[in-house]
């Protein structure tokens, strides 16, 4: 018995002693964490995790809501709906934007989506002529941008698509949990460069590889990927339609632009109007009277149209293969001369021509394309232009079809001459591509033609296509058009590997020449038998490839090479050469330093790189500096 009231009083005295111990421990602590998850816990939110932020946290708990939102989402969010003021009820009007937008995340539903990017216009744009009461410090203003452009995307995404984030742009009513979404379609936007635009994907959801920088820029509007329709828009083209790749994929940005939003709200009707701008023709777009910025994502569509792109099949179908114009890569409704534009024309902008190098393609350029697509001022005032050729044809060959493919592009786009945008062209060429770059710029004379006959060209006995062959190949003036051209990684002097005998015998039996350069090359051998002249005869016998033109022992290799560049075309030269050895004594595994060296260059760069060296940092901002310099130089100057 003693045992037991000794036990029952250790009992009363532990509880009572752990009670007041309790009653003196402090009911509110803090915890030291390291700024990560400080950070991460003060900028959560319904965008980047599957809770709501900090902000809709506390209008839920002043309301006292916070466990009922987890069991009955929906009842709470029309709860908070009825409660809205008229006026000065942002944070609640927030909370709904942001709540919303997660339980269409739970749920799948997007009728909230929809309501979700109405809540979130209602507070960047009330239409009262006020704007928001949202500081631009306060963390929720940026987020409110975020939740409408998410929500505007899975609100009109197509029914049914999980994987590929198609968003419809089309008119139609819409249910929302307090009324209806009555939505419009302006047409206007809907077409780029002469096609309409008919699939649209959002760039959000797409992660990029391959490309250094992503280049996006904040504001309001649903970034997409659009695809160009397959059929113009009418019969009459417009001006350089036909060089628009037939898979590329347009930045533009959907607009989801809603009346009187804040007024609308207790009225349950919502009146809406989608609009469409392309990226490379406008960034603002004005409401309630302000220009705004306008989100877009030009890296992220640029790489979409790269994906599992046929073009990379092009690179050794070019080299060996008949003309890559002949297997169905290219449309035929599109230009087959093998220059192509990014974008549509646009007047006052100077043009950037990039020529691939030896078994490659446009698709090399990649990097580079990207970095200047991203700096504003470069993209404001040049236009870039790509040229695909059959790298295994003899360079003169290829370097014919680069010079008429210029001069018909510069004549359909401005006939008149009037743009002098045009007149100020910048060539840069790559490996076997800047040999086709410098036959832009020099004044060959009879030089080439000399090596393949002793008769003068006007007196051999020619059909009209033969002798417009030979004059394309074997005769170059610079073009009036071209202001100033780059090498990079060019064989100036011949390629190291182009020296064997083995290499150019076995190039000579793998690559085939075009169907139309073998019927004019038979047709010319022909005439030069008959004609009695055996050097013709002898050339003809076994065309050159792009690899014998660059074997350093070649004839028409040492001829280009001693001819300069004409006075008044800057030249400049980046070289590629691996190692930290002497420059002079090195190369980049495909080009000497010695080869790639040229007198004439007003600037000269050595980057320590192997040959492939077109999109490395250093290169591509050497280029920039030179269209800075070529811009500045070819501005009118001020009196």
């Known amino acids: 018995m003693a045992q037991k009231q000794t036990a029952t009083l250790i009992f009363i005295l532990t509880s009572s002693f752990a009670l007041i111990i309790s009653g003196c421990a402090t009911p509110v602590s803090v915890k030291h964490v390291d700024i990560p998850t400080a950070y991460r816990n003060q900028t959560a939110s319904a965008i980047s995790s599957s809770q709501p932020s900090n902000a809709s946290s506390i209008v839920l708990r002043q309301h006292g809501l916070q466990d009922r939102f987890e069991t009955e989402p929906a009842a709470v969010l029309a709860e908070l709906h009825k409660g809205l003021k008229p006026v000065d009820d942002d944070d609640q009007l927030f909370a709904l934007a942001e709540l919303s937008l997660l339980h269409a995340q739970r749920t799948n539903n997007r009728d909230y989506y929809l309501a979700s990017a109405v809540y979130a216009w209602s507070l960047l744009y009330p239409g009262d002529g006020r704007g928001t009461q949202i500081p631009p410090t306060d963390p ?31 008119a139609g009513n819409h249910i929302l949990p307090f009324g209806t979404l009555q939505v419009s379609l302006d ?22 590889d391959g490309l250094r920088n992503r280049y996006h820029n904040s504001g309001i509007g649903v970034p997409l990927a659009a695809s160009l329709a397959k059929t113009p828009l009418s019969e009459k083209k417009v001006a350089g339609s036909n060089r628009l790749g037939a898979l590329t994929k347009v930045p533009v940005t959907a ?16 009146q809406g109007r989608i609009e469409v701008y392309a990226t490379d023709q406008t960034s603002t777009v004005m409401i309630d009277g302000q220009k705004q910025p306008m989100e877009s994502d030009s890296t992220a569509a640029f790489a979409y149209q790269l994906n599992d792109s046929p073009i990379y099949a092009m690179e050794i ?29 646009r007047p006052g902008k100077i043009p950037v021509v990039l020529v691939h190098g030896t078994a490659s393609s446009p698709a090399r350029w990649a990097e580079l394309i990207n970095e200047l697509n991203g700096d504003p001022k470069i993209r404001e005032r040049f236009q870039i232009w790509l040229f695909i050729y059959d790298s295994g ?16 592009i510069v004549h359909e786009l401005d006939s ?30 009879t030089k080439f033609w000399n090596l393949f006959s002793d008769k003068p060209f006007e007196q051999m006995k020619l059909s009209p296509e033969a002798r417009e062959f030979l004059q394309q190949s074997a005769f170059f003036t610079p073009l009036p058009f071209v202001k100033r051209v780059v090498f990079i990684s060019t064989p100036q002097h011949g390629a190291m590997l182009a020296a ?39 050339m003809l016998s076994r065309p050159m490839t792009s690899i014998d033109t660059m074997n350093p022992n070649n004839p028409a290799q040492k001829v280009l090479a001693s001819i300069s560049i004409a006075p008044g075309i800057p030249a400049h030269s980046i070289i590629a050469v691996e190692g930290d050895g002497p420059k002079e004594e090195g190369d980049d595994g495909v080009v000497a330093y010695k080869s790639a060296h040229i007198d004439e260059a007003v600037s000269e760069v050595v980057v320590h790189w192997s040959h492939s060296s077109q999109g490395t940092p250093e290169v591509i901002q050497e280029i920039k500096r030179i269209l800075f310099e070529h811009l500045a130089a070819s501005e009118p100057k001020k009196p």
Request: glycine residues 10%; positive net charge.
């Open 140 to 170: 929720r203003f940026r987020l409110a941008y975020d939740i409408y452009n998410q929500a505007v995307a899975q609100g009109l995404a197509a029914p049914g698509d999980t994987n590929e984030d198609e968003v419809r742009l089309k």
């Open 187 to 208: 047409e206007s936007g809907m077409s780029w460069g002469g096609y309409p635009l008919d699939r649209f994907i959002s760039t959000t959801a797409l992660e990029v």
């Open 500 to 538: 064997s005998r083995f290499v150019t015998g076995l190039a000579s039996k793998l690559v085939n020449l075009p169907v139309t350069v073998v019927n004019t090359t038979a047709l010319l051998a022909q005439i030069a038998t008959s004609s009695g002249d055996e050097k013709v005869a002898a």
């Open 393 to 408: 044809r003899g360079v003169g060959y290829s370097a014919g079809r680069l010079r008429t493919a210029l001069t018909n």
């Open 317 to 345: 179908a070019g080299f060996f293969n008949a003309s890559v114009f002949a297997n169905g890569l290219i449309p035929k409704d599109r230009a087959q001369d093998g220059i192509f534009t990014l974008q549509p024309f």
């Open 255 to 270: 607009l989801l632009r809603l009346e009187n939003a804040r007024a609308s709200l207790n009225k349950g009707k919502i």
């Open 416 to 445: 008149e001459g009037k743009d002098p945008a045009l007149q100020q062209m910048v060539v840069i060429g790559h490996s076997q591509g800047g040999l086709l770059t410098k036959l832009t710029a020099i004044d060959s004379g």
